[in-house]
C-alpha cells in the first residue's frame, strides 16, 4: 500500500496561538491493478502508525481508493470535523466519490453523514448557515441522466456531459442524533451546463436562494 503524506491539526493550532497539537491522522491509498484502477479502498487512520483505527468507505462493489484528500472543514466537541473523500473508476467517463464527515469518538473515527456518494458531474458546498445549523451545511448536486430523453433524441440530447437537471441534497448536523442528517431534497427545475461546457459544474449557487427558502421551518422538503 502506498502510504500519502501525514497531516496534523498543527495548522489550526497554530492559528489559534496554541503550540501543540492533541490528533494526527495519516491517509492510505487504496491498492491498485496492473492498469491503475483501485482493488481496494483508501483509508484514513488514527495516530502516526498502524492501521487498527481507521475509516474506511463502505466495500461492495466500489473501491474507493483513488484521490483521497482530507480537510479540516470545524470544530465539533473540541475535536476535529473531517472531510474525507475517495473515488472510484472502473475505466470510462464515470467517475464516483465518496464523502465521509469524521470526528473521534472512543479513539475511533466516526462517519457523520450517510451514504453520500457524487458521480464526476456533480457539486458540493459546505455553506456556513449560522440560522439553520451551528455545523457546516454539506449541499450536494448531482445530475440526472434522462436516458429514454437521449434514445427519442436519437443521442442528440441529454448525453452524459450534456445540460442536465439535477439533483439537490442538503445534509444537516442534528445535535440530538449527533449525525448529519438529510433534510431536503429535489430536483431543479431546469437544466444546467454539463462537463461539455466547462470544466466544472455551476448549480448549487444558482439554486442557493430556493434551498434556503425550503429548509425554512415549515416549508415541505
Excluded at 466537541?77 to 475517495?86: H, N
Aim: with cysteine; charged share 20%; glycine share 8%.
Amino acid at each position: 500500500m502506498k502510504y500519502a503524506a501525514q497531516f496534523s491539526c498543527v495548522a489550526l493550532a497554530l492559528l489559534a496561538g496554541v503550540a501543540v497539537c492533541r490528533a494526527q491522522y495519516r491517509v492510505i491509498q487504496g491498492d491498485l491493478d496492473a492498469d491503475g484502477f483501485p482493488t481496494t479502498s483508501a483509508r484514513l487512520c488514527l495516530g502516526a502508525t498502524g492501521t487498527t483505527h481507521c475509516y474506511t468507505p463502505p466495500s461492495g462493489e466500489y473501491a474507493f481508493g483513488l484521490e483521497p484528500k482530507t480537510q479540516v472543514v470545524a470544530k465539533l466537541g473540541g475535536k476535529d470535523l473531517i472531510l474525507f473523500t475517495a473515488t472510484f473508476s472502473g475505466g470510462g467517463s464515470g467517475l464516483l466519490t465518496n464523502f465521509a464527515l469524521l470526528t473521534t469518538r472512543n479513539d475511533e473515527l466516526v462517519n457523520l453523514l450517510p451514504e453520500v456518494q457524487l458521480t464526476n458531474q456533480s457539486e458540493y458546498r459546505l455553506w456556513n448557515l449560522p440560522r439553520i445549523s451551528g455545523m457546516p451545511v454539506l449541499a450536494t448536486a448531482d445530475f440526472i441522466w434522462d436516458f429514454k430523453a437521449m434514445k427519442e433524441s436519437n443521442y442528440t440530447e441529454e448525453t452524459h456531459f450534456s445540460r442536465h437537471r439535477y439533483t439537490i441534497n442538503v445534509y444537516i448536523f442534528d445535535p440530538k442524533n449527533g449525525r448529519y442528517l438529510q433534510r431536503l431534497s429535489y430536483a431543479t427545475t431546469k437544466k444546467y451546463p454539463g462537463l461539455d461546457d466547462g470544466d466544472g459544474i455551476r448549480v448549487l449557487n444558482a439554486e442557493r436562494t430556493v434551498i434556503l427558502a425550503r429548509l425554512q421551518p415549515g416549508r415541505s422538503h
